[in-house]
Nanobody, 118 residues
Framework: QVQLAESGGGLVQPGGSLRLSCAAS????????MGWYRQAPGKERELVAR???????NYADSVKGRFTISREYAKNTVDLQMNSLTPEDTAVYLC????????????WGLGTQVTVSS
């Protein structure tokens, strides 16, 4: 089955930056879209950023202008550059991939913890 693996999480001070990576077991270009979600304790999972196979991006209003999703062709990863982090960004960040014509399923990684704290 498709496997997704996140990396890059950690502890960072407010105003700092982190870069997350999502590695997939098949070409990232084989999915209709890939994205990053996050879930904090007691809160619902929310979409952070998404990129389609064609390269179109979408962002949650709360992260627009601070976060950038990108495809790293040489590494076959989808990355999330997070700048100007605030404590409200603290969450488990999960990679998601939506299958194309070859699959009606979507896939999830196990997540990586991001903690923004002084």
């Amino acid at each position: 089955q498709v496997q997704l693996a996140e990396s890059g999480g950690g502890l960072v001070q407010p105003g700092g930056s982190l870069r997350l990576s999502c590695a997939a077991s098949r070409s990232i270009f084989s999915f209709d879209s890939m994205g990053w979600y996050r879930q904090a304790p007691g809160k619902e999972r929310e979409l952070v950023a998404r990129i389609t196979r064609g390269g179109t991006t979408n962002y949650a209003d709360s992260v627009k202008g601070r976060f950038t999703i990108s495809r790293e062709y040489a590494k076959n990863t989808v990355d999330l550059q997070m700048n100007s982090l605030t404590p409200e960004d603290t969450a488990v960040y999960l990679c998601n991939a939506v299958g194309g014509s070859w699959s009606s399923r979507d896939y999830w990684g196990l997540g990586t913890q991001v903690t923004v704290s002084s």
